[in-house]
């Protein structure tokens, strides 16, 4: 099965109208010994029949939302995404439209980006948001250069409570730019905030954090700000659970200076981790250190309102070698989900997934350490995720993944200190009955 | 618009101003000109020095961003705030109220690797051939 | 519709939309004694609206936008093809779309081994070894292939004299960009009057101080490089590394394989070669394919098959380490496999063969009207410009004028080394009916620049908006809606 409409009729006459004989004759300046020989050694084309049915067989070798419970966190949340969002993003106006460079006939992704950026202002406290980058973990990535354009130093000081994904990333693009990375422990779930402060000197960039943070604790980000700026350095703080805003101060409030983060927790559909929503928001006078799109308010010929990407001359396509970033294309489709979502569930909607996904893992968080053997691993005020230790964690996930659950994330692959300690996550979508049979099932493999 | 007597130029379409020892500077009208409508003037730090011919600033338009090279070598003492909140100062009276900044030029000889209006003219004539 | 509000313009203080219940299941914990009052929300400023408000209001939005689905959209070098419905069916299967990142490898086989076909699929495609499918979109997998480079030389002990990357001035932006973010100095290569690599101007710049040579090819103007073979030799004879950006893959799909060419790296746009939608900028995937040498250097973990089973392998000591959280962007890459599994062999070879038979045939018509920069056969695309155009036309005019005739405009003013450039890509999903009416709208704005130039240079006048103020926007950034007195 093709998509090339061209009968060999018309491929003949356009052949002719360009004066040559055959197809070949076009890839005339490619070494001809070069050339692919007959065909490529792939499978051979399918019908939509038959590609339906191997996507249908490979999807039913894959646990997922729709035949398991999920107690599994860790950076991407099992939310609900109400029928409208893809009903609405999946409008092929929206869809199979690129970036806006021809403004007049985008005023929709224009405005739904101008809205987006509204959208995430409100939520981390900050004045300005781009257009979104790739995901959460690309986003902090981006603020390395946007905090050596605000203080030009080359260290950066990360708590080990950020997801450790994160965390490599940032080491990853660290290496790559010769940036020193300085991470600092934890004490009882939360950044030490006495070896933070130790470390962060006048030669520090940034202090990154996370809050709540991957053990689902909730961060002091006020301290964070105070130790950060007390040596000129600017603090980025990060979020991996977006619906944790409906409930949790802006972090913006608490004194951040970037507010980057995940944006799949805005009724984003899991897809084994991406394409995925990274959101940045800084304060008005950095503007120029955001990467990427942002769109702008402005008046037409006519003098009626409408809407542009706008400040491009920090991209890429202007500013080349010196641009801030080299983002181009971004993750514009999960954004305006996103937008729709915050928009449909509104003020009143992303509070209550917030009160649900918190009373959920409040009630998880009980049950689960009445079981004998069974205890809190730290004893901090936490969102939606805890972490628990118990007697046997390859055991306990054994059990559940035979009990038809996607269990918690066994933390010791993260952090080999913290051997049979697992991290629960509950969201709105986790009933009480769940939850119970969680228990149960944990309880029965001691 | 004239190019002013009084002041030195660069191939670059900076020009200098030396009153005392303060120098003023900034771009062309022929710089402002061919950049079109300027929406972003990035100005150094002052107390910053630098090198004749260095690159000291940039200046946007909607979709151009160029580098402005020092006329001279010197220390930065004084920026124009007013061009920073209204770069369109830059396009009406480049050579006035759209300086850029003012610096203590530290060798004055330097003077000499620069084109005087009268040389400047004749340069802009050979760009348009 | 000339009151096209903002939904917070229609948000009413206490309208919601029950999606989510209020009423919980569980016990209750009371929220403040759990949190400090520090650290909860005072205030969240979002629209208080209805689902009926939602679906007008977005409905409305979507008629103000243009997408492939809509009509013909020759944006050169983004690939602007059809995107086949199944792709985003298949994804959206709760097998492939519900499936938890971090959920074990016992419990997502079908995922891994979609990831190693698509792998394989794609490694057979390009002629490299193996490739790593983190990226999430081109310029991501630009910067993940130069760190690769780096962290070979590195290796190697030639990190610190390796300390500069070529690029041809014809390249994408992003190519400068992602270098340097890797740390490299960009030193440019001119191209000559072919629009092809200068060979002069690369063999003297070439030095045991490249680590790479970034090159796209077919490159930004359509034209296939005829030196490859020789550019690849003097790149290679100081021990440089070819980098191939492979955004218009499009051109040579079951063609010629990058790899065969001398290419040692290359980075794929699966949004625009494998038919993924934009969605309006984004998202993309980049995977990154290498020659064996460099795979050790990869991003890590692999997807590797041991036995019968598919898992993730994190032991590679002399990876970069992730580019990214996860596994890259599934949703795309199973969009991007249901596509290479549809067409098969036979359909990847008809993508190369009439993207570049479209592109010709355009190009072989527009040539009789307007200025055409490179006189040669074309692969993908082909770049005109408003040279010679009567009556002082820009080329922004004519993008504009375009519109009124319901088109998606060319892409325009790049690559940089064409003054003027409209640049026009129209891919092998278009029919020579819709190549032919194009064609034509161009020849009569040409000749609407003759006889009645106000007409193009007023244009669009049909949109909903006219030509927007940029430099309003830019020296008055309003970035966000503001409530009323605010």
Not at chain 1, 179 to 199: H, N, Q, R
Not at chain 1, 229 to 255: D, F, M, Q, W, Y
Not at chain 3, 388 to 405: C, S
Not at chain 3, 414 to 432: R, Y
Request: hydrophobic share 35%; charged share 20%; net charge neutral.
């Amino acid at each position: 099965m093709d998509y090339v409409p061209n009968t060999e009729k018309e491929s003949r006459e356009m052949l002719q109208a360009i004066g040559v004989k055959s197809v070949d004759e076009l890839f005339q300046d490619i070494p001809a010994a070069k050339k692919v020989k007959g065909l490529l050694n792939v499978s051979t084309e399918m019908s939509e029949v038959e590609v339906t049915q191997l996507l249908t067989d490979l999807g039913a070798k894959n646990a997922n939302a729709a035949t398991h419970a999920i107690f599994l966190g860790a950076g991407a949340y099992n939310h609900f995404t109400p029928s409208a969002v893809p009903y609405l993003a999946f409008r092929g106006e929206f869809y199979t439209a690129y970036t806006p460079y021809q403004a007049e006939v985008s005023q929709g992704t224009l405005r739904a980006i101008f809205e987006f950026q509204t959208h995430i202002t409100e939520l981390t406290g900050l004045e300005v948001s781009n257009a979104s980058v790739y995901d959460g973990s690309t986003a902090l990535g981006e603020t390395i250069a946007g905090a050596w354009q605000v203080n030009q130093r080359k260290q950066l000081v990360i708590s080990k409570t950020v997801h450790p994904h994160y965390r490599e990333v940032i080491r990853t693009y660290c290496w790559s730019k010769g940036v020193e990375v300085v991470e600092v422990g934890y004490k009882d779930g939360k950044t030490d905030w006495d070896s933070l402060k130790a470390v962060v000197s006048d030669k520090t960039s940034a202090v990154m954090v996370q809050s709540p943070n991957f053990f689902g604790c909730i961060e002091e980000v006020d301290q964070a700000a105070e130790i950060a700026h007390a040596k000129g350095a600017v603090l980025v703080t990060t979020v991996t659970e977006g619906s944790s805003l409906g409930l949790l101060e802006a972090p913006g409030k608490l004194g951040a200076d970037f507010v980057v983060g995940e944006g799949q927790g805005f009724g984003i559909p899991m897809m084994y981790g991406g394409p995925y929503l990274g959101f940045m928001a800084t304060k008005k006078e950095y503007v120029r250190t955001l990467p990427g799109r942002l769109v702008g308010k402005t008046v037409d010929s006519e003098g009626k309102e409408g809407y542009v990407m706008t400040l491009q001359a920090r991209e890429q396509h202007i500013r080349r070698e010196r641009s801030v970033s080299n983002i181009c294309t971004n993750t514009g489709l999960i954004a305006l989900m996103a937008t729709i979502y915050l928009s449909l569930v509104g003020r009143q909607g992303l509070q209550r997934v917030a009160q649900q996904s918190f009373q959920k893992a409040h009630y998880a968080h009980a049950q689960l350490c009445k079981i004998r053997g069974v205890q809190p691993l730290f004893n901090q005020p936490f969102y939606n995720e805890f972490a628990l230790r118990v007697p046997d964690a390859k055991k306990a996930s054994e059990a559940m993944m035979e009990a038809g659950i996607i269990p918690p994330l066994d933390l010791g692959a993260y952090y080999p200190e913290l051997k049979n300690c697992l991290l629960v996550c509950c969201t709105e979508m986790n009933s009480k009955a769940q939850i119970d049979h969680l228990a149960k099932v944990l309880e029965g493999c001691r | 618009m004239e190019n002013p007597r009084e002041l030195r130029y660069t191939k670059e379409h900076e020009w200098v101003k030396i009153e005392g020892d303060t120098a003023t500077m900034g771009i062309s009208d022929y710089a402002q000109h061919a950049l079109t409508d300027i929406v972003y003037v990035e100005l150094p730090k002052e107390g910053r020095e630098f090198k004749q011919f260095e690159s000291i600033a940039v200046v946007e338009s909607v979709k151009s961003v160029s580098d402005v090279y020092a006329p001279l070598s010197g220390k930065v003492t004084e920026l124009n705030k007013a061009v920073t909140e209204k770069p369109e100062l830059v396009n009406k009276e480049p050579f006035t109220a759209g300086w850029l900044f003012r610096f203590k030029a530290k060798d004055l000889n330097e003077l000499n690797n620069l084109m005087t209006a009268e040389q400047y003219d004749a340069y802009l004539a050979s760009l348009k051939h | 519709m000339s009151d096209v509000k903002l939904i917070y313009e229609r948000s009413v203080p206490g309208r919601t939309s029950n999606h989510i219940t209020l009423k919980v299941d569980v016990p209750l914990t009371e929220v403040k004694q759990a949190i400090p009052a520090k650290y909860l929300r005072k205030e969240l400023g979002l629209p208080e609206v209805n689902e009926v408000d939602v679906i007008r209001h977005y409905i409305g939005l979507s008629k103000l936008n243009y997408g492939v689905d809509n009509g013909f959209y020759p944006l050169g070098s983004c690939t602007m093809k059809y995107n086949p419905k199944v792709n985003d069916a298949m994804a959206a299967l709760p097998g492939h779309g519900l499936i938890h990142p971090m959920q074990p490898v016992e419990m997502s086989q079908g995922a891994l081994q979609l990831m190693y076909e698509l792998e394989k699929d794609l490694a057979e495609i390009t002629g490299m070894a193996r490739l790593t499918l983190q990226p999430a979109a081109g310029a991501h997998g630009e910067l993940t292939g130069i760190m690769t480079a780096k962290k070979y030389f590195e290796h190697k002990g030639e990190g610190v004299q390796r300390n500069t990357v070529l690029e041809p001035d014809s390249s994408h932006g992003t190519n400068p960009a992602s270098a340097n973010m890797c740390g490299f100095k960009v030193v440019e290569v001119k191209s000559n009057k072919n629009g092809s690599v200068d060979l002069d101007d690369l063999r003297a710049k070439m030095s045991e101080n490249v680590a790479v040579f970034m090159l796209t090819n077919p490159n930004t103007l359509g034209l296939f490089d005829p030196t490859i073979e020789e550019i690849a030799k003097i790149v290679h004879a100081k021990g440089g590394l070819m980098y191939c950006d492979g955004a218009n893959l499009n051109a040579n799909v079951g063609i010629v394989r990058p790899g065969d060419l001398g290419f040692d790296i290359i980075q794929l746009n699966l949004h625009k070669t494998f038919s993924t939608p934009h969605g309006g900028g984004g998202p993309g995937s980049g995977p990154v394919g290498v020659k064996s040498h460099l795979v050790p250097f990869l991003p890590k973990p692999s997807v590797e098959k041991v036995g019968e089973k598919y898992t993730l392998d994190y032991n590679k000591p002399h990876s970069i380490g992730r580019v990214k959280a996860f596994q890259g962007n599934y949703g795309i890459l199973s969009r991007a496999y249901t596509y290479i599994k549809s067409l098969g062999r036979e359909g990847l070879r008809k993508v190369g063969e009439n993207a570049v038979l479209n592109a010709n045939y355009m190009m072989a018509r527009l040539r009789k009207h307007y200025h055409l920069a490179y006189d040669r056969v074309c692969q993908h695309e082909f770049v005109l410009s408003d040279e010679g155009m009567p009556n002082g036309v820009t080329t922004m005019d004519i993008a504009k004028r375009l519109l009124d005739y319901g088109f998606h405009s060319p892409t325009i003013y790049f690559p940089l080394i064409v003054h003027g450039a409209i640049m026009i890509e129209p891919t092998e999903t278009e029919s020579k009916q819709t190549l032919d009416a194009f064609i034509e709208t161009m020849v009569r704005i040409h000749g609407e620049a003759q006889s009645n130039p106000g007409l193009v240079k007023g244009a669009p006048h049909t949109t909903f908006v006219k030509r927007l103020d940029a430099v309003k926007a830019a020296r008055e950034p309003v970035l966000r809606w503001q409530p009323p007195g605010k």
